[in-house]
């Protein structure tokens, strides 16, 4: 009975316990706790309005103007006239003053308009709304996936604290935990899908396929495959340090000790008791770590595997130097990421009472 | 010092990461020397296999690759020695003038630093690299610009903290002006912290870097790790033989392990010198 409250002896394990708890201050309580919701609005409307504002400035901050690219020698564009160039300038609005300007581009916004692409001349709205779907469909597989791994590692890991196995576990993820995903990303890419052909080389489908059904599903599920694991695993690390510590907290609770007065099973009171009560915070990472994903993972994932998601969509703006693109693909990307973290925020508070106070 | 070599003795783990970090300076800083050739000379055929001329071959253009990773440690540390001053100063300025002046420059502060924490920052790099032309030192500006906010806060909180001690409020009294006792006093006892906050930031610049260098949007003129490693994944010949295992694999490795060297001390220095540690062993 003394097994859970005793407390481990091993140096990686009180190490681990302290980071893995920085991380729940970190995430969790990135929003300080005494701050009321109406603070954490009012900083997410901040935050939405700094990056509108950065998506308007940036641009007209750097060296030259839009024009220059479009007209830029070489481009499939290239005028050498001025009288075009003024007209282009009046058509987006860039020979208007600044405030102007940026009046507009919020009236603009408020209707959803981000602008027409430069290269194809279809709305940018439009464009991005094609790929959200696959972007979000990632996202959602590989939470799935790393869900079912790297919670139940956590939570038998932190029950059988400092135990052989828990001090393996712990002591991989500690050290993996910073590893960025393209270094397993670029290698994972050669070896499976150009080295062994078993999974596609990139794309979200087989171009000109005419797959129905079960055959259509399959062939998604196989070009998703490869980037929704490489995301899982990064996801995996701090689920799992979180799930972990937050469980090693249950242990030595009155609660356990109770139960365990009254007969009940092991199994019972590890998943069915602490458990469930370790769950609340990793909630809050879970959801976190989807604004994190969308914000870096997202675009390196999707730029190795070429998938069709907004970060690749972001990357082929970039490659062709398309301006409207970019900023509209930018915007959907950080807005993202801020709103995320604010509806995280606003439901850990709904289910945790502590965090309201 | 002392408390330092004596973490040394207790930790395996602080040990290890300490002596990859220093390999990794030792090797940077003698980059000239330990590297047989310049990292952009064509020094052999391209795609050569590896001999004993060219320990890793040679890449596309006939450079040799073992040349390249050792110029790329370089780039590594410049990196993460320079965004780091730059996060230290930014983060140790704001964090005293909150924690030291509090009251309304402390609101402003704080209120600006959450704005910043709340920035997804490899977007943002990404938009203002596009933008600009990427080149180092506009990397190491915006990794130091976008990452001072959590430095900033544990300078602040550390601040407010040692003010409720009484000798500030003493040396404050006895006539010391607030840069003396920031010198003095604060500085000494901030310090074992901040450098733990320190190792994870240099991480954090280190790993920023490479993943701009890898999206492409790194200098083009600096030998990095992670433009190396896109290179290599651009070009069609790395799915043809095993090119990638000597050509992508050991920037793949360098990387890893340099990360994981400053991960290992954070890790390490983290229950020693952060004051929620005490909190948690009660």
């Known amino acids: ?33 005494r701050r009321s919701r109406w603070v954490a609005v009012g900083a997410y409307l901040a935050t939405v309005f700094v990056l509108i504002t950065f998506n308007f400035a940036l641009p007209r901050l750097m060296p ?13 564009n290239y005028v050498d006239d001025d009288e075009t160039r003024a007209n282009l300038a009046r058509y987006y609005r860039l020979d208007e003053s600044l405030p102007e300007q940026y009046l507009h581009y919020l009236q603009g916004l408020a209707r959803g308009d981000l ?49 052989k196995l828990d001090r393996g576990l712990l002591g991989f993820f500690l050290a993996v935990q910073n590893l960025p995903i393209f270094i397993l990303g670029a290698v994972a890419f050669v070896v499976f899908s150009a080295q062994l052909g078993i999974f596609p080389s990139g794309g979200a489908t087989t171009p000109f396929n005419e797959y129905r059904g079960i055959a259509e599903v399959l062939d998604i599920a196989r070009h998703l495959a490869l980037p929704a694991i490489l995301m899982a695993f990064d996801f995996l690390t701090y689920q799992y340090l979180v799930m972990r510590s937050s469980m090693v907290s249950e242990l030595g609770s009155d609660y356990l000790l109770g139960g365990r007065a009254k007969g009940l099973r092991e199994r019972r009171l590890k998943y069915g008791y602490a458990a469930r009560n370790a769950l609340l915070p990793v909630v809050t990472v879970i959801g976190l770590q989807a604004s994190v994903a969308v914000g870096a993972g997202l675009i390196i994932v999707e730029r190795i595997f070429s998938y069709p998601g907004v970060g690749g969509y972001m990357f082929y703006a970039i490659g062709t130097r398309d301006y409207p693109a970019m900023q509209g693909a930018f915007l959907v990307l950080t807005v993202t990421v801020v709103t995320t973290n604010l509806l995280v925020d606003l439901l850990s508070r709904r289910l945790d009472p502590r965090t309201a106070s | ?91 140790m300025a704001l964090g005293l003038t909150a924690g030291l002046r509090g009251g309304l420059a402390d609101t402003v502060v704080m209120r600006i630093a959450d704005v910043f924490l709340a920035l997804p920052v490899i ?11 990427p080149s ?5 500006l915006m990794i130091g610009l976008f990452t001072w906010p959590q430095t900033a806060r544990i300078v602040r909180s550390q601040t407010l903290s040692l003010r409720q001690r009484g000798f500030v409020d003493i040396a404050r009294g006895l006539g010391g002006g607030p840069l003396y006792v920031m010198r003095r006093h604060l500085i000494p006892a901030l310090g074992p912290v901040i450098g733990a906050n320190l190792v994870f930031v240099a991480g954090v610049a ?26 290599a994944l651009q070009n069609d010949q790395i799915t043809l033989g095993s090119l990638w295992l000597w050509w992508m694999v050991p920037f793949g490795l360098a990387l890893t392990v340099a990360i994981l ?22």
């Not at chain 1, 201050?25 to 990135?30: A, F, Y």
């Not at chain 1, 030259?64 to 499939?76: E, H, N, Q």
């Not at chain 2, 180092?136 to 190491?140: A, D, R």
């Open chain 1, 1 to 33: 009975m003394n097994r859970i409250a005793e407390p481990a002896p091993a140096d990686l394990d009180r190490a681990g316990t302290t980071v893995a708890e920085g991380a729940i201050d970190l995430l969790v309580t990135r929003s300080p706790q």
């Open chain 1, 64 to 76: 030259g103007d839009p024009i220059d690219a479009l007209m830029a020698f070489g481009s499939p």
């Open chain 1, 115 to 163: 602008g027409v692409s430069v290269v194809t001349n279809v709305s940018v709205t439009e464009e991005l709304g094609d790929r959200v779907g696959w972007s979000f469909l990632l996202i959602a597989t590989a939470t799935g996936l790393s869900m079912l791994i790297g919670l139940p590692l956590g939570v038998h890991s932190g029950w059988k604290r400092g135990k």
């Open chain 2, 1 to 91: 010092m002392k408390r330092f070599v004596e973490a040394l003795r207790q930790s395996r783990m602080l040990l290890a990461g300490v002596v990859l970090v220093s390999a990794f300076t030792v090797i940077g800083a003698l980059a000239p020397w330990v590297a047989p050739y310049s990292p952009s000379a064509i020094s052999g055929d391209t795609f050569e296999r590896p001999s004993r001329a060219h320990l890793l071959g040679t890449n596309d253009a006939g450079a040799d690759i073992f040349s390249r990773l050792v110029w790329g440690t370089r780039t590594t540390l410049v990196v993460a020695v320079c965004a780091t001053a730059l996060i230290l100063a930014v983060g």
């Open chain 2, 123 to 133: 977007p943002l790099l990404i938009f203002i690299a596009a933008l600009a032309g």
């Open chain 2, 136 to 140: 180092l030192t506009l990397s190491i």
């Open chain 2, 206 to 231: 280190v790993t920023t870097e490479a993943a701009m260098s890898f999206l492409g949007l790194g200098d083009p003129s600096a030998v990095s790790w992670g433009a190396e490693l896109n290179r």
């Open chain 2, 261 to 282: 060297g400053f991960t290992l001390i954070g890790v390490a220095l983290e229950p020693r010198f952060n004051p929620r540690w005490s909190r948690a062993q009660t």
